[in-house]
């Protein structure tokens, strides 16, 4: 017998999700100052109190923002790889290039990176130098899908993820801070692939 949803679960639910699409809509039209717990309540149409029940404040909304928006990511991550089923340099490279791409064109991105205030730029630590949720959610992540995909059995689960740390501390520095156009650093790192990682990918 099939269980019957939880009503007050799926209303949570739904309340959460309202709550981070309003969040994320504020970052990208106004910027991460403008986000305050009191003016998301009154947008969401709940009260202060039950707003605090989904998010304690606004660091956490701000990573589960992040998070989603990673997962998205990752997602086209892989799919890139998918695409080069005998290849893995060649799926490693692209997942790179769909990466700088995807970024270059992510609305809330380029809110965060654009910030012109102190407390816009509050939300680029979350992004940037706290191990969740970018960083650790990607190399875990990518280290997954590698293994999926290709097997790679002569290589550990350590050198695997050190191998993956690599690729997407390489990434997320061209995509944060690019330097040039996005088919140099796709180069720049496909030589890094293939140059550091070509003899254990053989």
Known sequence: MVEAPNFQTEMRQLLRERIIDAGRRIVITEGWGAVNMSRLAKEVGVSRPVLYKEFANK???AEVVIQQEVDGF?????ESLAAHPAD???GMTQAVDYTLRTGADNTLLKAVLAGRSETDTALLPVLMTETEPV???AITAVSGALRTQYGLDDMSDAELTS??????????????QPTGPIDRAVDQIHRVIVGAFGAALE
């Open 88 to 90: 893995v340099a060649a």
């Open 74 to 78: 990752l997602v086209g991550i892989a």
């Open 59 to 61: 660091h956490e909304l």
């Open 135 to 137: 960083l650790g959610r």
């Open 163 to 176: 191998m993956s740390e690599v690729l997407v501390r390489l990434a997320l520095s061209h995509l944060f």
